[in-house]
């Protein structure tokens, strides 16, 4: 709750990032009001707004019983369509994001993100001569259609990424048939490495977003490196994982993905942590709608999702599905989009873990990870999440 003091309410940081939880975009400050320096620019780095009240309330219609019946039964039939998810006007725009990486995920996350003016530049790096700079070149040229002010840099050098707001690795080496994301320690740990490097000194206040196979593996050397806070060390993984969760248990009850609600958590492989305990279509349980074995099967779909790209491929991994999982994080962290998304975070307590990187529900903003959300699992899926957490240590010889 709010301080008060002799009727004047004492605004504080911890009150900003819980009205960001909330997804509010306005924190209302009533005269009399004190409000800390601290909650000014915690404030001001999350894109709230403090507004000078009191506001003016709107006034909701009055609905009698019967109508209320009515829509209440009307949400819970086929016909119910799930609502679409909140873009607000007033999101921030990066200064500057840059991708290490001008592969399928690096440039398709370099197009969308051009493509929605959500940054003024973006520094597009390959170490590929012309690749990164010939991309960059066709993405500026798209701005004369979608007239997006975003400039778009292409570059073989590191130093590129130069004071960036956002770095997003998706540089490695990608799989290929029969081959498992743990197959790419060794190799890509390098890649890694050589990038954090430059990052620590380059853009030594950038939100880092790891991309790169193994995914939380990575994300912990890549904090290793550069000595980040692990706020600002995220991995994209559970984004991605849930959206392939989703679209696996819509399939399987013949709705569309906006009628389903369900996130994975955990690692992103083999020991990924599908929650069926909290999946939903159209607001209900998912077992209303699909059998155990059936929901097994869409849990064994989600996990192997990736895989089952690499060997249609033959030759590189998912590329489209990652860009836009890469997106969803942005667009949190700078507001256009509110609510908790999966996200790879050191932990350090929550879900009764520490010291390993994992895919939980988390709240970010521009200076990258808030505060994750808690979510009730089942022992099950509580037990999965400490085996998967095992494992990473496991192979990055961990204590």
Known sequence: MTTVHNNRRVIGSEHIEQARQRGRIVFEILPGDIVTSLAAETAQRLGIKLLDGPLEKPSYPRTDGKTALRR?????????????????KNAQRFAKIAIVGAGGVGSNIAHLAANNDIASEIALIDIAPGVAEAIA???????????????????????????????????????????????????????????????????????????????????????????????????????????????SLALAANVTPADVEAIALGSHGDEMVPVTSLAKIKGRPVSDFLSDEKIAACVKDAITGGGQVVALKKTGSATIAPAHASIELL?????????????????????????????????????????????????????????????????????
């Not at 500026?140 to 997003?168: E, K, P, W």
């Not at 048939?177 to 853009?203: E, W, Y």
């Not at 692990?230 to 969760?245: I, N, Q, W, Y």
């Open 331 to 399: 667009d949190t962290m700078r507001g256009a989009t509110s609510g908790a998304v999966p996200v790879s975070v050191m932990l350090e307590g929550e879900f009764g873990l520490d010291n390993v990187v994992l895919g939980i529900p988390a709240h970010i903003g521009m200076n990258g990870f808030i505060a994750a959300e808690p979510v009730l699992l089942s022992d099950h899926e509580q037990a999965m999440l400490a085996d998967a957490a095992d494992e990473i240590k496991r192979r990055l010889a961990l204590s």
């Open 72 to 88: 209440g039964l009307y949400r819970r039939s086929a016909k119910w369509v799930a609502p679409v998810v909140q873009h607000h």
């Open 137 to 247: 070149l066709d993405l500026n040229h798209c701005s004369g259609i979608t007239r997006s002010g975003t400039r778009v840099t292409g570059s073989t050098r590191l130093s590129m990424l130069a004071d960036a707001s956002v770095v997003i690795v998706t540089a490695g080496r990608a799989r290929s048939p029969g081959m498992t994301r743990s197959d790419l320690i060794d190799v890509n740990k390098r890649v890694i490495h050589s990038v954090g490097d430059v990052i620590k000194t380059q853009a030594p206040q950038a939100v880092v977003i790891v991309v790169t196979n193994p995914l939380d593996e990575m994300t912990v050397e890549m904090l290793r490196v550069t000595e980040f806070p692990r706020e600002r060390v995220l991995g994209m993984a559970g984004t991605l994982d849930s959206s392939r969760f989703r679209h």
